[in-house]
């Protein structure tokens, strides 16, 4: 039997062009994976109720708070697209990979796990932790793909911003994963389907 001997491990950067649609979704969704499993870990050392936490007021409000975003973000994206060379907005070409030949319950699949992953890790957690100002400055560095570029850069910010603000005036984190949900999930269709037509 040939032993193991972790000094052959490689250790090399990849670019999305290298990977084939298999590991990319891997990739995906080990990382959401890991961000759920750390956001999930810190609530509880932060003593936080994980069931209150998810628990939606009894009025509707909050939805209003996660649509409303949803809508202004849309909005904003579509105008930035149309208006500012794709150059000065590109992601390196991951979202275009992930959404392009998907299915559209895939897509929402893919929505839903990343908004009640992230916003558990962003929202949940390290907001509770550092306020929303300082959540927003470490989630678009989380996105480093746009870090090349800043105007998705500050949207990106802006959007975590805001996502932490309807976080505080709804009381419920269900307002920013429906935010966060149909702002992936409508980007994702309209990827999708611009590539078909």
Not at 75 to 94: K, Q, T, W, Y
Request: proline share 3%; glycine share 6%.
């Amino acid at each position: 039997m040939k032993k193991f001997d972790i000094r052959n491990i490689r250790v090399r950067k990849v670019s999305v062009d290298e990977l084939d649609d298999r590991m990319l979704l891997i990739n995906l969704y080990v990382t959401q994976a890991f961000t759920f499993i750390i956001g999930l870990i810190w609530i509880l050392f932060q003593h936080q109720n994980l069931i209150r936490l998810f628990t939606p007021p009894k009025d509707f409000a909050f939805i209003y708070w996660g649509v409303g975003l949803a809508a202004a973000v849309i909005v904003v994206d579509l105008l930035i697209s149309r208006f500012v060379p794709e150059e000065a907005n590109d992601d390196g070409g991951i979202n275009d990979r992930i959404f392009r030949t998907r299915k559209v319950w895939h897509i929402a699949v893919i929505s839903f796990v990343v908004a009640v992953c992230e916003e558990l890790l962003f929202r949940g957690a390290l907001q509770h932790a550092v306020g929303p100002y300082w959540t927003s400055i470490i989630f678009a560095t989380i996105h480093v793909r746009y870090l090349k570029h800043w105007i998705p850069t500050g949207l990106v910010f802006s959007i975590s911003y805001a996502l932490g603000w309807i976080y505080i005036q709804s009381g419920t984190i269900v307002a920013p994963i429906i935010a966060h949900f149909l702002i992936d999930l409508i980007m994702g269709l309209i990827i999708r389907f611009r590539r078909e037509s």
